[in-house]
């Protein structure tokens, strides 16, 4: 780690800081896709979503949070290990879930990390009951669900809402708004997009941030952390700008380019850097080696987890059945039973 993240007690540049490896981590997973290294085609990059960080920061060591397909950076921000997800992403065995869960299942409950989900709006209810056994066990923390603008037209999320509402349970709703469900933005698919006011209309707290704004993402959040753990569960909705398509390989046919640009204008952690820069918070050279230090880091955590060997195929049993269960005997095992009485 650099001197000046090292000694810094600004959080402005802690944040700097874990966008600029949320966005090299995201840049390797692309490559590891070009390079075949993954598992499976379909990978969701959270470029342009790096805002998220203030809200990962707001949250507080217990608590616990699910995420979307496009979670990776929330991952990494309440502390996934770059080599382990790039692994799993790979589906090896060294993956945090020995790779069968691959980009949209990754979980790891030592962080607080419930699961991703590739339903949309499927992680919802698991946040929700968290937060339920928090309320009744008396403990202090806050639970946490992450998703896209998609999940806002699932009745899923609204009878989640409710019940929190309903139980005064300590959860915290994002929406991370980033314009676009697959190919269709917003604004076609919901005709209110309030989605503030459609929480207040629950009887929780509905709060707005732009997502290119960091700072004001943490301070956000920790009001909206703050009331959920007293009781009075938050809808928060973050705006931000997809850079990408949908997945790796969707080309964006349906966004033209003044309004990629346009939207890409509003760049989390370039802001950041610059505002760095213009409060004198931290010099340019100091935040290029900030840059080089996250760049060497993935480039290092993509290295190792290519590397790694894929599980065996036996491990599918794994995880399925009871432990005390026999595994089941192979298709091919059973022929050859049954074909040997024959010889």
């Not at 909705?237 to 949908?246: A, E, L, P, Q």
């Amino acid at each position: 780690m650099s001197d000046v993240a090292r000694a810094s007690n600004r959080p402005l540049l802690d944040l700097y800081r874990t966008m600029r490896r949320i966005r090299s981590f995201e840049e390797r997973v692309g490559e590891m896709f070009v390079r075949q290294g993954t598992a499976g085609s379909m990978l969701h990059l959270s470029i342009g979503e790096e805002g998220v960080a203030g809200v990962c920061a707001a949250m507080e060591d217990g608590d616990s949070f699910t995420t979307h397909h496009r979670g990776h950076g929330v991952f990494l921000a309440r502390g996934g290990e770059p080599g382990r997800m790039l692994a799993e992403i790979g589906g090896k065995e060294a993956g945090y879930c020995a790779g069968k869960g691959g980009s949209m299942h990754i979980a790891d409950m030592g962080v607080g990390h419930l699961g991703a989900n590739a339903i949309v709006g499927g992680g919802i209810p698991h946040a929700v009951g968290a937060a339920l056994s928090y309320k009744t066990k008396g403990i202090d923390a806050v639970s946490v669900a992450f998703f896209g603008d998609g999940a806002m037209q699932q009745g899923l999320l609204y009878e989640s809402m409710n019940m929190a509402a309903l139980w005064s349970l300590p959860v915290l709703f994002v929406c991370i708004n980033n314009q676009y469900g697959m190919g269709t933005r917003i604004d076609r698919a919901a005709a209110n997009t309030d989605f503030a006011a459609r929480a207040e209309a629950f009887g929780l707290a509905g709060r707005h941030v732009d997502g290119s704004d960091v700072e004001m993402v943490l301070e956000t959040a920790a009001a909206a952390m703050t009331t959920a753990r007293s009781g009075t569960p938050g809808l928060l909705t973050m705006t931000c700008y997809r850079f990408f398509g949908h997945a790796r390989m969707d080309k964006s046919p349906y966004r033209d380019a003044a309004e990629e640009a346009e939207g890409r204008g509003h760049d989390p952690v370039a802001a950041a850097r610059a505002r760095l820069l213009d409060r004198s918070e931290a010099r340019e050279a100091d935040l290029d080696a900030l840059d080089a230090e996250a760049a060497q880091e993935m480039d290092a955590a993509l290295d190792w987890a290519l590397a790694q060997t894929q599980p065996p195929g036996a491990a599918m049993f794994d995880h399925v059945y009871a432990p005390d269960e026999p595994p089941p005997q192979p298709l091919r095992d059973r022929l050859s039973d049954v074909l040997r009485e024959y010889r």
